[in-house]
C-alpha cells in the first residue's frame, strides 16, 4: 500500500517547469517535493529567503539531477513578482505548472481587524494570486498546462476570528473559476483544492500557543472521520493530480482534502 509520501506512477511530470509560490515549507515544501520527485524542474518563490535557500538546497541534494532553484518575491509587490518570473523566463522560457500557495492567516475578532490585517492577508492571499498568474500566464506554451490553486474549507464553512482569510479563500474559488473559463482557449487548466487541519509548521506554532495543546490536538482530530489530521503531502498529492494528465479533463473544480471534516459538519 502506497502512502500519502509516495507516488503511484512515476515521472508524471517529466521535463515540466513548475513554479510554486509558498514553497519554502509546509503545504509548498510538500508539493515541490513531489513534483521533483515526477520529474519537474521546480522553481519555488517565497518571501522567506532562509527557508527558501534551505529548502531550495535540501531537495537538490536529494536529487541533484533536477535541483530545485529558490526566488525571492513578496506577492504584495509587484515589481518583485515580475523580477521572479522573468528569472523563470530567462532560464526555461516557459512555465507549464503553476501552482498559487503562498498565504498568510490572521487569528482576530472582528472588533480586533484593522484595515492593515485587512490588507495583508488580501493582498498576499489573493491579489497576490491573481498577480502571479497574470504575469506567468504569458509563459505557457501553446499547449498549455495547469494551474493549482490552493484554497481552503474556509472559503464554504465559517470558523471563529477568520473574516479576511475566508474571504480571501472564497475569492481564490471565485479566482479559480473565472479563470478556467477565460483560460481555457489557450488549454490552461486552472483548479483548486481546499484543505482542511493540516499538520504544518504553522499549525504547531499555534497548538504550542493554546492553553491546552494535548485537549486542543485530540479535539481537532476527532472532528475528522478519517480519524486523523492532514499532512502536507496529502495536499501534495492532490496538487500532484490536477497538475498531470491524470486530470486532463478537469478545470474550474475546487477539491476539498480535509478528511471528511466537512462532511461531517453538515451531518
Given at each position: 500500500?502506497s502512502?500519502p509520501n ?5 515521472n508524471r511530470?517529466?521535463g515540466r517547469?513548475?513554479?510554486i509560490?509558498g514553497?519554502a515549507?509546509g503545504?509548498g ?5 513531489l ?10 518563490l ?9 529548502t531550495?538546497?535540501d531537495?537538490?541534494?536529494q536529487?541533484?539531477?533536477l535541483p ?6 513578496d506577492?504584495?509587490?509587484?515589481r518583485?513578482i ?17 501552482v498559487n ?9 472582528l ?5 492593515a490585517?485587512?490588507?495583508?492577508v488580501l493582498n498576499?492571499?489573493?491579489r497576490?494570486?491573481?498577480l ?5 500566464v504569458?509563459?505557457?506554451a ?6 493549482v ?7 464554504t464553512?465559517?470558523f ?5 482569510y ?6 481564490m ?6 479563470l ?7 488549454h490552461?487548466?486552472v483548479?483548486c483544492?481546499c484543505?482542511?487541519?493540516i ?14 495543546p494535548?485537549?486542543?490536538?485530540e479535539q ?14 496529502d495536499i ?6 490536477l497538475?498531470s494528465?491524470?486530470?486532463a479533463?478537469?478545470t474550474g473544480t ?10 461531517r459538519?453538515?451531518?
Amino acid at each position: 500500500m502506497s502512502t500519502p509520501n509516495e507516488s503511484r506512477s512515476p515521472n508524471r511530470l517529466d521535463g515540466r517547469v513548475a513554479l510554486i509560490s509558498g514553497g519554502a515549507q509546509g503545504i509548498g515544501r510538500a508539493i515541490a517535493t513531489l513534483f521533483q520527485r515526477e520529474g519537474a524542474c521546480v522553481f519555488i518563490l517565497d518571501c522567506d529567503a532562509r527557508s527558501g535557500n534551505e529548502t531550495a538546497a535540501d531537495l537538490t541534494g536529494q536529487n541533484p539531477h533536477l535541483p530545485v532553484k529558490y526566488l525571492p518575491a513578496d506577492l504584495r509587490e509587484p515589481r518583485e513578482i515580475q523580477n521572479a518570473v522573468e528569472t523563470v523566463r530567462k532560464l526555461h522560457g516557459r512555465v507549464d505548472i503553476l501552482v498559487n500557495n503562498a498565504g498568510v492567516e490572521l487569528d482576530k475578532s472582528l472588533e480586533q481587524l484593522t484595515m492593515a490585517d485587512w490588507d495583508l492577508v488580501l493582498n498576499v492571499n489573493l491579489r497576490g494570486a491573481f498577480l502571479l498568474t497574470q504575469a506567468v500566464v504569458p509563459l505557457f506554451a501553446e499547449s498549455g498546462g495547469a494551474i493549482v490553486n490552493i484554497s481552503s474549507i474556509h472559503a464554504t464553512h465559517a470558523f471563529p476570528d477568520s473574516i479576511p482569510y475566508a474571504c480571501s479563500k472564497a475569492g481564490m474559488v471565485a479566482l479559480t473559476r473565472n479563470l478556467a473559463l477565460e483560460l481555457s482557449s489557450r488549454h490552461i487548466r486552472v483548479n483548486c483544492i481546499c484543505p482542511g487541519y493540516i499538520d504544518t509548521r504553522l499549525w504547531e506554532e499555534y497548538l504550542r500557543s493554546s492553553a491546552n495543546p494535548t485537549a486542543l490536538a485530540e479535539q481537532t482530530t476527532v472532528l475528522h472521520p478519517l480519524g486523523r489530521r492532514g499532512m502536507p503531502a496529502d495536499i501534495g498529492e492532490a496538487a500532484l493530480f490536477l497538475a498531470s494528465d491524470s486530470s486532463a479533463f478537469i478545470t474550474g473544480t475546487d477539491l476539498i482534502v480535509d478528511g471528511g471534516l466537512t462532511v461531517r459538519a453538515h451531518s
